[in-house]
T-cell receptor, first 113, second 112 residues
Framework: GQQLNQSPQSMFIQEGEDVSMNCTSSSIFNTWLWYKQDPGEGPVLLIA?????ELTSNGRLTAQFGITRKDSFLNISASIPSDVGIYFCAGQGQGQYGNKLVFGAGTILRVKS | SAVISQKPSRDICQRGTSLTIQCQVD?????MFWYRQQPGQSLTLIAT?????????ESGFVIDKFPISRPNLTFSTLTVSNMSPEDSSIYLC?????????FGSGTQLSVL
């Protein structure tokens, strides 16, 4: 089946630093979504991407849909303590997988103030 | 976006019992989904809840274990039946709106 590889698994960075994480797939996706999950909460949608090459920002967050349609990255600029959480990528495929979303394993972000 | 209310937010249950989780959405939606998130893991789709028909289950999940109701376009329930400690997870309902998936706050289930 479709699989997503998300990296890194975890990051421990200094406040103010920029953060980058990415997801790669073995197959083509039509949509990439990035979520953040805080402890005890459901995932919250950060950015949605629909076209190859698309670059979208949401405040300090920037995400891109890879040209090959098999990858995406999320950047966080000038990190702050409230950026702490788990970030998930999710891709919606095509063909036999139809509308189903596939989730990456998540990137745990910790910020040192 | 959508406002999704899920309850209970958490519960501690005895093995062998069942728990029904409710999900209410503030607008009518065609597609509702139930996910499981095991401790420290990502999200796994359990089933798609279809209004007016039976739910569609993913591989590894069966209706006898996870019966789902979808009586209207704003509400769904998921029951975790005959629970065992392996069922301890976060259960999340979600809805699809305009090609985006939105989640409720989840139900943290612990089975003793």
């Amino acid at each position: 089946g479709q699989q997503l590889n998300q990296s890194p698994q975890s990051m421990f960075i200094q406040e103010g630093e920029d953060v980058s994480m990415n997801c790669t797939s073995s197959s083509i996706f039509n949509t990439w979504l990035w979520y953040k999950q805080d402890p005890g909460e459901g995932p919250v949608l950060l950015i949605a991407l629909y076209k190859a090459g698309e670059l979208t920002s949401n405040g300090r967050l920037t995400a891109q849909f890879g040209i090959t349609r098999k990858d995406s990255f999320l950047n966080i600029s000038a990190s702050i303590p409230s950026d702490v959480g788990i970030y998930f990528c999710a891709g919606q495929g095509q063909g036999q997988y139809g509308n189903k979303l596939v989730f990456g394993a998540g990137t745990i972000l910790r910020v040192k103030s | 976006s959508a406002v999704i209310s899920q309850k209970p937010s958490r519960d501690i249950c005895q093995r062998g019992t069942s728990l029904t989780i409710q999900c209410q959405v503030d607008s009518q939606v065609t597609m509702m989904f139930w996910y499981r998130q095991q401790p420290g893991q990502s999200l796994t789709l359990i089933a798609t809840a279809n209004q007016g028909s039976e739910a569609t289950y993913e591989s590894g999940f069966v209706i006898d274990k996870f019966p789902i109701s979808r009586p209207n376009l704003t509400f769904s329930t998921l029951t975790v039946s005959n629970m065992s400690p392996e069922d301890s997870s976060i259960y999340l309902c979600s809805v699809r709106l305009q090609e985006k998936l939105f989640f409720g706050s989840g139900t943290q289930l612990s089975v003793l």
